[in-house]
């Protein structure tokens, strides 16, 4: 253009890129949903496929409905797995805390205090 001067950018001042590693914090979900959901995607195409099976055979693609069997199957596969997990998981939070709020264990003669090791081998005294 006629009597436009390129414009002249100043230089980007750059700085280190410091960045700190972020502290990621476990994802509270346990994937189940995500995978009833495929499950159920899967089947619904399954179910349209087979209806439209006729066309599919015509195309050539009744390998589709085989793909969608393959999806409910390791979609059924991976909610046990999942679901295994999820329990396996809720157990181990469950044995932390009650570790956490347990008192200290005994010594294995019983407690040390005669007064209770008393009570506890005749019952409660009056």
């Known amino acids: 253009m006629p009597g436009s001067e390129p ?3 100043e230089p980007l ?30 089947a619904l195409v399954g179910v349209v496929l087979l209806v439209r ?3 599919l055979a015509d195309r050539g693609t009744e390998w589709w409905l085989l793909a969608c069997l393959a999806g409910v199957v390791i979609g059924f596969v991976e909610w046990g797995v999942f679901a295994r997990r999820a ?9 932390a805390e009650a570790a956490a709020g347990a008192p200290a264990a005994e ?5 040390a205090d005669p007064a209770i090791r008393d009570q506890d081998a005749t019952g409660p005294t009056a």
């Not at 750059?14 to 499950?39: F, M, N, T």
């Not at 010594?107 to 407690?111: D, E, H, S, W």
């Open 7 to 9: 414009l002249e950018s």
């Open 13 to 42: 001042e750059s700085e280190p890129l410091e960045s700190e590693p972020l502290e990621l914090e476990p994802v509270p979900d346990d994937g189940i949903g995500a995978i009833r959901v495929g499950l159920v995607l899967w």
């Open 53 to 55: 099976r006729a066309d």
């Open 87 to 95: 329990a396996n998981h809720r157990a181990r939070e469950a044995a």
């Open 107 to 111: 010594p294995a003669g019983g407690p």
